[in-house]
């Protein structure tokens, strides 16, 4: 029986992503990526897609933003102040830093634009609002572990 992807099985695929015509991601000279299907491990869009693949499938999957990494929140930036920032941080659009929130998490921000004094922070995913587009080839499919499916991710040679 030939295994196709679908939920309990570890898939790897080799990948690229573009967005806007860019490319932001791939696996091209790295290991392919091990996901476990079924477990949100990817965004929803890309994993309803590759759902029946087999191994040697190509496919070019286009996800839509909210079946991605979601709509633009409208209420995910702030203003801050240039002595709010470190001294060090280049204050321009783009620039991307990580900030401490009110529970001490790690959360990641980048600057939207810069008007005098006021620096409008995005905190949103680089990618929200996006549509991403995905090539993926399947090369290689195996049935989860127990272990695996308990802790809702596959462990590949580099798991820690």
């Known amino acids: 029986m030939d295994s196709k992807v679908m939920d309990g099985q570890v898939v790897s695929m080799e990948y690229t992503l573009r967005v806007d015509g860019k490319v932001i991601d791939s696996s091209e000279g790295h290991e392919p990526l091990d996901y476990l299907h079924g477990a ?8 309803r897609a590759l759902a029946g693949l087999k ?4 496919k070019k999957i286009v996800v839509p933003a909210d079946e991605g990494y979601g709509p633009m929140d409208e209420k995910a930036f702030m203003d801050v102040t240039r ?4 001294d060090d941080l280049p204050v321009k659009p783009g620039v991307e830093m990580e900030l401490t929130n009110e529970d001490g998490h790690p959360t990641y921000a980048r600057i939207q634009h810069v008007d005098g004094d ?5 905190f949103n995913h680089p990618l929200a609002g996006k549509e991403l587009h995905f090539d993926v080839k399947i090369v290689n499919l195996r049935a ?7 802790h809702g991710h596959a462990h590949g040679a580099h798991h820690h």
């Open 144 to 150: 989860a572990s127990d272990e695996e499916k308990d």
């Open 83 to 86: 002595a709010e920032l470190p």
């Open 40 to 47: 949100n491990n990817i965004v929803p869009g890309l994993e």
């Open 55 to 58: 191994v040697g499938d190509s």
């Open 118 to 122: 006021v620096i409008r922070l995005n």
